[in-house]
T-cell receptor
Framework: GENVEQHPSTLSVQEGDSAVIKCTYSDSASNYFPWYKQELGKRPQLIIDIRSNVGEKKDQRIAVTLNKTAKHFSLHITETQPEDSAVYFCASQKAYKYIFGTGTRLKVLA | GAGVSQTPSNKVTEKGKYVELRCDPISGHTALYWYRQSLGQGPEFLIYFQGTGAADDSGLPNDRFFAVRPEGSVSTLKIQRTERGDSAVYLC??????????FGPGTRLTVL
């Protein structure tokens, strides 16, 4: 069935460094790829998304890239800050259905 | 405006009991999803409503799980004969015609 693989499962970076999280999806018909940030005990919050007709999207310190041929998409966070520490989930969507990755726990060390 | 709300925020029950979890979506949102999130995992799709009908319930793990949305707004997830393995956070999300879905805060279900 459809699945989304996400790596790494944990990531520690020094404050100010960049962080990259990668996802691979299996269904080539997927056409929408959101990223969510989830702080402990809180709801997932959408931070950025990309559609299949776009290769890259940027919003301040956050960017997402999509390689449809390889079925890869990645989240890039630059100039990381302690408040970026959270669990990040990627997802792929086909029609109405979302498949989530297993999450990356990001720790930004001050 | 108000976001997605879920009640209760926490539910502790005993094995074998029946529970109902409620979701109030964003007003006017026709799409509603239920997910289950176990510790250290991503949300797992359970069921999708478009309006009042369950368009896809393929994620419900077995026939002990059922969900309704009788008037196309509030939804209730019902779990019969709860088992310890049902313990998880149950998330609801709604969407208003675009791809974006908005999550509620979740209900943490603990089955003793």
């Amino acid at each position: 069935g459809e699945n989304v693989e996400q790596h790494p499962s944990t990531l520690s970076v020094q404050e100010g460094d960049s962080a990259v999280i990668k996802c691979t999806y299996s269904d080539s018909a997927s056409n929408y790829f959101p990223w969510y940030k989830q702080e402990l005990g809180k709801r997932p919050q959408l931070i950025i998304d990309i559609r299949s007709n776009v290769g890259e999207k940027k919003d301040q310190r956050i960017a997402v890239t999509l390689n449809k041929t390889a079925k890869h998409f990645s989240l890039h966070i630059t100039e990381t800050q302690p408040e970026d520490s959270a669990v990040y989930f990627c997802a792929s969507q086909k029609a109405y259905k979302y498949i989530f990755g297993t999450g990356t726990r990001l720790k930004v060390l001050a | 405006g108000a976001g997605v709300s879920q009640t209760p925020s926490n539910k502790v029950t005993e094995k074998g009991k029946y529970v109902e979890l409620r979701c109030d979506p964003i007003s006017g949102h026709t799409a509603l999803y239920w997910y289950r999130q176990s510790l250290g995992q991503g949300p797992e799709f359970l069921i999708y409503f478009q309006g009042t009908g369950a368009a896809d319930d393929s994620g419900l793990p077995n026939d002990r799980f059922f969900a309704v949305r009788p008037e196309g707004s509030v939804s209730t997830l019902k779990i019969q004969r709860t088992e310890r393995g049902d313990s998880a956070v149950y998330l609801c999300a709604s969407g208003g015609g675009t791809d974006t879905q908005y999550f509620g805060p979740g209900t943490r279900l603990t089955v003793l």
